[in-house]
């Protein structure tokens, strides 16, 4: 039961890894608050989370929403101890066909939307807090046709950088977690708009030295260390969880 008693917030928690993050912290105790846009989403997920799990619906590209999302927390529980902020979209567009609103939409959604989550859950926030933001292993590499998506993953990994810098003294850790292809309903749905879903998952695996695309549960481990105190002199790091992908 390492996170006992804590009260966790997952935004987009109701698919993926998030989902799958929301059912470990749960088990370990924690009472998980998640959020996403879709209700019937959230419904299906409070279902399999337990442990008095709460659906919060919002979209974080909202800042009212996320403003109503912690005011709701504020009142029911006074406080957070881990703020997983790891909402997100991946969208593909090669160099040449990057539109404005391709690039408004990752950028509003996977590193504004990140940005203010963090911002408005943190007066809830004291020592012994953790915040784990949802980076990707893309942030520190070349992907065709992912070059928006992934530089706003290298943007949260210097947000992590620079804020525990700016969380200094307050006893509150920030880190971040990189999976590497992971499978949720947002990687299948991106491999399904290159029109050749197969051809992209092969792709993936033969480029992890694990050979196989991740489980979200294994992330979920990952984000569990993060949470707790396991990781307790840990901050401003990225974890990968990409079955080496990254690292070779
Ligand atoms: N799967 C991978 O291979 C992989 C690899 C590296 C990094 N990641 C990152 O991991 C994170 C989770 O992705 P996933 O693969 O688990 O995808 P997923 O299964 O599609 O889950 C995404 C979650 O975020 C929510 N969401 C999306 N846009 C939102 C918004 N504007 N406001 C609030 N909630 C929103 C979704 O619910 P609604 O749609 O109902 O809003 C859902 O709960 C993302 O940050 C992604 O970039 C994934």
Not at 66 to 78: A, K, N, P, Q, S
Not at 105 to 132: H, S, Y
Not at 228 to 248: N, R
């Amino acid at each position: 039961m390492r996170l006992k008693d804590k009260i966790a917030v997952i935004t987009g928690g109701s698919t993926g890894i998030g989902l799958a993050s929301a059912k470990r912290f749960a088990a370990e105790g924690a009472k998980v608050y998640i959020t996403g846009r879709r209700q019937a989403a959230l419904d299906a997920a409070v279902s399999e989370i337990g442990n008095g799990a709460r659906g919060l619906q919002g979209d974080v590209a909202k800042l009212e929403d996320l403003d109503r999302i912690f005011e709701t927390i504020r009142d029911e529980v006074g406080h957070i101890d881990v703020l997983f902020a790891n909402a997100g979209i991946g969208l593909l567009a090669p160099l040449g066909e990057i539109t404005p609103e391709h690039f408004d939409e990752l950028f509003n959604i996977n590193v504004r939307g990140m940005v203010f989550t963090v911002q408005k859950g943190l007066p809830l926030m004291g020592k012994g807090g953790a915040i784990i933001l949802t980076g990707s292993t893309t942030g520190v590499m070349g992907t065709p046709a992912f070059s928006v998506y992934s530089a706003g993953k290298a943007a949260i990994r210097n947000f992590a950088r620079s804020w525990a810098l700016d969380l200094k003294g307050t006893g509150i850790r920030v880190n971040v977690i990189s999976p590497g292809p992971t499978e949720t309903p947002a990687l299948s749905e991106v491999a399904r708009s290159t029109g050749n879903k197969d051809a992209m998952y092969d792709g993936l695996i033969s480029m992890t030295p694990l050979g196989r695309i991740a489980d979200a549960s294994e992330t979920a481990a990952a984000a569990l260390f993060l949470a707790s105190e396991d990781s307790s002199f840990m901050t401003g790091s990225e974890v990968f969880v990409d079955g080496g992908a990254a690292q070779v």
